[in-house]
C-alpha cells in the first residue's frame, strides 16, 4: 500500500503530525495520503501518563479545542510539592521552585482520552488509522539504506514460530516519509539509530519507570485540581524519583510513581517502592476509603536535550518519544510530542507537495533546532545529571538554581553536563548491597503484582511467539543470578519474569521464566537488564494492556 506518508505510532506525536499534514492540505486545497498505525487494539489504549498537561501544542493543533470538546477539562488549581521523610513531610513554598515547574494554565486529564480524541480528530481530516496493527519490520531500500516503508499486521504465527491456519503475512506500507512515532525504545526506532548512527555524539539516553494506578475516592477527599508532587522516602538520596498525585474527573485520583533506571542496587523493585509509598500518611489519606480501578507501567525517556539523536534519517524521522522530549523537571513531555510531529509535518508536507520523497528531511531538524521544544529542553538539560552525580537534596538544589538562573537572566549557564553511562551499566553487583524487606500487600492501599497486571486489562494470545527473547537462554541464571540476583525478576511490574527452582527451600536447578503474556509494555526490561540480554520486539498488533482514562 502507498501513501505519502506512513506514521508508526497512534499516540499524541503521530496523530498530530497526521493532523497537521491533513490540515495544510485542506488549507491549500491540496491531497495527502496518510496513514497511521497503532499497535494497541484501539487508539489510545496504550498510552500510559500522569497527566498534567500543558495545552501549548494542543493551542497550536487547534486553538478552538474547547468547542471541539477535547476532554481537558479539569485546570490545575493548585501545586504542592514535598519532601518525603519516613513519617512526616516537608512542603516546599511553591514561589522558591522555577516558575516552569510550576503548572499555571495547564490541565490534568486522562492522556489517553486525549489521544482517543485526537484519533477521532484525525479520522474526520480523512487520515487512515489502523489500531490493531503492530509494525514489526522496517522495509529497506538496499543498498542505500533508505526507509521505504514498514511491515504491519502479522498475524497467526505460533508460540514455536511456525504459521498457523490463521496465518497473515502482513502488509508492507510504503510512504514517500516514515514517521517513527512508536513512544519510548521503540522496536523499529532502535533498528533505524543504529544503522544510520543518528545517536553518534549524544550522550546515552537515560530512563526511568513511572507505575500509576487510577483511583475512585469518596467525594469528601476528592480536591479537583490538585497537582501533588512529592520526592525523598522511600528512595535514598541517591534513588532518584519521586511521585506525583492529581485529582481530576469523576472523583478520580491518578496517583504514580517515577523511579530513575540509573539505580545501583539490583535489590530495589520499584513496584513495591511505589505501593509501599502510599502508606505514607501524606499520601494514605487521600487514598483511604477509595478504590483502585487502574494500574499501569512505561518507561520514561529522561536523557533530554543531549540525548536527543539526529531527527531526520533518509526516508524518514523520528517525532515523540522516539527521540525523547521529556521535561523531568516539568515532568510533562506530551507538548513536546505534539510539537514535533507537527513540526515533522510540515517539513514532510513541503517536501511532498515540491515532488520529494525518500531523502532526508533536514528541514525537520532545522526547525526543531529553532523551536521552543529544543529551548525549553536546553533550559533544564543539566537538571538529570546533577541528580545522577550528587543526589537528591544538593543535585535537586543545583538543578533549581541551574534553571532560575535561566529565568531570570533568560541565559542558559555555559555548561552542559553529560549522562556518563547507560542505566544498565550503572547496575552494580549484588555482594554490595542487601535485599530490601519490602512490606507485604495489605489489599487497602497496597496490592501484589498479578492483582495489578489483572486490572490494567493485559492480554496476549497464548499461541503467538513471545516477543519477549534473550540473546543467550544461559545468562539469566549463568550470569545475572550469581552476579546480580538476578533483577529482572524485581524491577519487571509485572510479574513477567521469574526464577524458579526444583527445591524451593534448598535452592537447586534454577530456571529462568518468562510469563510473556503478563508484560503490561513497559519497556525496563529492554533498558535495564545487566547484561544487555532481554530484548523486546514488536508484539502481535491488538494485545497488551487496555488503559481506559490512564
Not at 226 to 239: I, K, M, R, S, V
Not at 439 to 456: M, T, Y
Request: hydrophobic fraction near 40%; aromatic fraction near 8%; charged fraction near 20%.
Amino acid at each position: 500500500m502507498e501513501y505519502d506518508v506512513v506514521i508508526v505510532g497512534g499516540g499524541p506525536a503521530g496523530l498530530s503530525a497526521a493532523i497537521r499534514l491533513k490540515q495544510r492540505a485542506e488549507a491549500d486545497g491540496k491531497e495527502i495520503n496518510v496513514a497511521v498505525l497503532e499497535k494497541s487494539a484501539e487508539v489510545g489504549g496504550h498510552i500510559l501518563s500522569g497527566a498534567v498537561i500543558d495545552p501549548k501544542a494542543l493551542n497550536e493543533l487547534f486553538p478552538d479545542w474547547k468547542e471541539r470538546g477535547a476532554p481537558l477539562e479539569t485546570p490545575v488549581t493548585k501545586d504542592r510539592f514535598m519532601v518525603l521523610g519516613p513519617a512526616g513531610q516537608v512542603s516546599l513554598p511553591m514561589p522558591l521552585l522555577p516558575p516552569m515547574m510550576h503548572n499555571d494554565g495547564c490541565y490534568i486529564a486522562s492522556l489517553g482520552n486525549v489521544t482517543r480524541w485526537l484519533g477521532e480528530q484525525a479520522e474526520a481530516l480523512g487520515v487512515e488509522v489502523y489500531p490493531g496493527m503492530a509494525a514489526s519490520h522496517v522495509v529497506w531500500d538496499e543498498p542505500t539504506g533508505r526507509v521505504k516503508g514498514v511491515v504491519a499486521g502479522v498475524f497467526g504465527i505460533d508460540k514455536h514460530g511456525q504459521p498457523t491456519d490463521d496465518f497473515q503475512p502482513g502488509i508492507e506500507l510504503h510512504g514517500k516519509y516514515v514517521f517513527i512515532a512508536e513512544g519510548v525504545r521503540g522496536s523499529l526506532a532502535k533498528t533505524i539509530i543504529a544503522r544510520h548512527k543518528l545517536a553518534d555524539g549524544k550522550s546515552p539516553q537515560k530512563y526511568g519507570i513511572g507505575l500509576k494506578e487510577l483511583w475512585q475516592v469518596p467525594a469528601e477527599k476528592h480536591q479537583p485540581g490538585l497537582a501533588q508532587h512529592t520526592t525523598g522516602w522511600p528512595l535514598d538520596e541517591f534513588t532518584g524519583g519521586g511521585s506525583f498525585m492529581y485529582h481530576f474527573g469523576d472523583r478520580y485520583v491518578a496517583i504514580g510513581y517515577v523511579v530513575h533506571l540509573n539505580y545501583k542496587n539490583p535489590f530495589l523493585s520499584p513496584f513495591d517502592e511505589f505501593q509501599r509509598f502510599k502508606h505514607h500518611p501524606a499520601v494514605a489519606e487521600h487514598l483511604e476509603g477509595g478504590t483502585r480501578i487502574s494500574y499501569g507501567a512505561r518507561a520514561i525517556t529522561e536523557g533530554g536535550f543531549q540525548s536527543v539523536p539526529k531527527l531526520a534519517f533518509p526516508g524518514g524521522a523520528l517525532i515523540g518519544c522516539s527521540a525523547g522530549f521529556v521535561n523531568v523537571p516539568r515532568i510533562k513531555g506530551s507538548h513536546n510530542a505534539m510539537k514535533t510531529g507537527m513540526l515533522a509535518a510540515d517539513a514532510a508536507y513541503e517536501a511532498v507537495q515540491a515532488g520529494r520523497g525518500g531523502d532526508v528531511l533536514n528541514e525537520y531538524q532545522a526547525a526543531y533546532d529553532r523551536s521552543w521544544v529544543a529551548k525549553e529542553l536546553k533550559q533544564v538539560r543539566n537538571a538529570k545529571p546533577y541528580l545522577s552525580k550528587f543526589g537528591t537534596t544538593l543535585g535537586g538544589a543545583l538543578g533549581v538554581m541551574d534553571m532560575w538562573f535561566s529565568s531570570i537572566v533568560k541565559l542558559n549557564v555555559p555548561w552542559t553536563l553529560k549522562h556518563e553511562k547507560t542505566d544498565a551499566a550503572s547496575t552494580e553487583p549484588a555482594a554490595k548491597h542487601k535485599a530490601i524487606p519490602y512490606p507485604k500487600p495489605d489489599g487497602k492501599l497496597s496490592f501484589d503484582k498479578l492483582s495489578s497486571v489483572f486490572i490494567s486489562n493485559t492480554n496476549h494470545a497464548e499461541e503467538q511467539p513471545a516477543h519477549l527473547k534473550l540473546i543467550d537462554p544461559s545468562i539469566p541464571i549463568r550470569v545475572n543470578l550469581p552476579k546480580y540476583g538476578e533483577p529482572a525478576r524485581l524491577y519487571c511490574p509485572a510479574g513477567v519474569y521469574e526464577v524458579v527452582y526444583a527445591d524451593e527451600v534448598a535452592r537447586t536447578d534454577p530456571k529462568f521464566v518468562i510469563n510473556a503474556q503478563n508484560c503490561v509494555h513497559c519497556k525496563t526490561c529492554d533498558i535495564k537488564d545487566p547484561s544487555q540480554n532481554i530484548v523486546w520486539t514488536t508484539p502481535v498488533g491488538g494485545g497488551g494492556p487496555n488503559n481506559p482514562k490512564m
